[in-house]
């Protein structure tokens, strides 16, 4: 067995932001015009009239200030709330390709490695384009990788369960390194005209690689001490989305071929289970959860950072110690812990300890043990 080692990380920002204001006057703008158009409905009592947003709400009960997104004209047009992303030719890459070429080749650099290193493409991410050919194939020639590559998604986690399948494969010398990539375009799941939620997400890729020990070059390389990964079925986040839709004439509606979550029980579900696996991960690891210097902890929600970290610190967590981005990207679902593993880690000393942990739909739930080097 190889040990294994996290040599470059890259991140892709598409160039476009959305304030909550922004968001929040379109979303409201949609509102009058719906409770106008339904007005006698309404008055009747055979509808209800639709509630608005406000920023205020977003920011306290989220952190979210803003969000990057791929397109932002189509999303914030009050008659059509959803990114206009445009066909491409088959003859083209795809845009999750092409945005996951963006963040791979800064891995790459970071990593002192070029394609030709590499041996296998993992593309893990929530919001795969297609059913197939895989995404991961695409970037593979479009970087011009050998050897194999294959998509995964487990949503939010994805990015940690795809380290562990790159981790293995290294360590069972399967593979020298691992181009494992998150591309997430969550704004095309995402119903912005869904007042509970449309404030919640946004576009992102992360790239990883990882490596043989003893073969690695890179200044920004950390140990993987420890992966560990957990998984509980839950409906409380879910989007029914699929080829099967077609087949069913019944339908049950379209709102739930988009996301839909009960957002009160995940955070109480989900807080305790992420803290209790981070903390018995540590345990099995000999190291005391006041050695990790940073967690670079999914960004989802501001709040529940905070109570994961204080669960399992027993105190108020240093903002070095879990650094936020959601406050300017959102939760770009499984792109947000190494977005922050990305901005977050040239700081540290070498020895340093720090986890990165992902937590979402599934429930998934995964933690990866790192040591800078
Ligand atoms: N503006 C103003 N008021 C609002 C709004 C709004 N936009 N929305 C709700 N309210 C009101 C409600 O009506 C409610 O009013 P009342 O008290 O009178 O009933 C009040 O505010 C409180 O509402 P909530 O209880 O819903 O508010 P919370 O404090 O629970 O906050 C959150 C809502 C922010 C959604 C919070 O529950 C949360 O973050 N939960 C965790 C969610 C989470 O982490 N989910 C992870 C999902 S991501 C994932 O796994 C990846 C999926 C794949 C990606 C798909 C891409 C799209």
Redesign the pocket.
Known sequence: MHNVVISGTGLYTPPFSISNDEL?ES?NTYVRHFNDQHAEAIAKGEMEAL????S???E???GIKSRFVVNKEGILDPQRMTPRIPERSNEDWGILCEMAVHAAKQALERAGRTPADIDGVIVAC??LQRAYPAVAIEVQAALGIQGFGFDMNV???SATFGIQAAVNSVQLGQARAILMVNP?I?????NFRD???????GDAATAVIVERADQATSKHQFDVVSTKLLTQFSNN?R?NFGFLNRAAEEGIGQRDK??V?E??K??KD?CPMVAELIGEHLAQNDIPVGDVKRFWL?Q??L??NLLITRKLLGRDAEPHEAPVILDTYA?T??AGSVIALHKYQDDLPAGSIGVLSS????Y?IGSVILRKR
């Open positions: 929040v979303f509630s608005e947003s406000s205020a709400f977003i306290k009960a989220s929530s919001n949503a939010c986690s997430e969550c704004t095309g799941h995402l007042r509970d939620s449309h404030f919640i997400f986040i989007n988009l996301f979550q957002g009160r995940v955070f989900v999914h989802a929600n709040n529940m939760n679902s499984s937590f979402g739909a599934g998934s």
